[in-house]
Every structure is written in C-alpha cells, then in structure tokens.
Nanobody
C-alpha cells in the first residue's frame, strides 16, 4: 500500500490551498487518516485527523482555518487550508492506519511542501 500526497506549493498569506492524499495498492481497509507537518527547525506535529466514521480533530493553531475530509470510495483524504499564514509553512505528510494482510499499521505518504510567503 502506498500513500501519494499532492497539492503543495507557494501561496500568499491569506490564501488557500487543498492537499490530497490517496492510498493505493492491493487489498486494504483504511481507518483513521491524518495530516502532519514539519516546519523549518521544528518537530513534526499533528495537524488534523479524521476517523473512519468522520469524526475530526485539529491542532489549536489551525482550528477554524483548516478542514480535513475524506472520500472513502476514493481512499483519499483532503486538507483544505484557508487563511494561510507564514507559520503554516512546512512539509505536510499524510498518515493513515491501514489494515493489510491481517494487521493494522501506520503508513506515511511522501511530504508535500507548502510555503506561505508574499
């Protein structure tokens, strides 16, 4: 199973961007999906998570600005980011708990870079 993230780029402060992350490869079942980020000189942090039933949770700094969603038919998780700030600049990673071959493991996508700058 692979997670493929996309959607990063350069955005001006106050702008918006949507990240996507799709799982593919074989037979699997996805449970929780989430987005993490690692800013320059910072540790990786959880940004948002969405359970298989749709319940969501966000880190305080993005509440009201970011929205996580998922399309289970497409095995895809999204992160809609609005009112972007320079401090949102980071490499964003998707993560998913996936059942494959009888066990559940955490999978990571490759990072997609977001730069918020004027």
């Amino acid at each position: 199973v692979q997670l493929q993230a996309s959607g990063g780029g350069l955005v001006q402060p106050g702008g918006s961007l949507r990240l996507s992350c799709a799982a593919s490869g074989g037979t699997f079942r996805i449970y929780a999906m989430g987005w993490y980020r690692q800013g320059p000189g910072k540790q990786r942090e959880l940004v948002a998570v969405i359970a298989s039933g749709g319940r969501t949770n966000y880190t305080d700094s993005v509440k009201g600005r970011f929205t996580i969603s998922r399309d289970n038919a497409k095995n895809t998780v999204y992160l809609q980011m609005n009112s972007l700030r320079p401090e949102d600049t980071a490499v964003y990673y998707c993560n998913a708990d996936i059942w494959v071959a009888g066990k559940i493991e955490g999978y990571w996508g490759q990072g997609t870079e977001l730069t918020v700058s004027s």
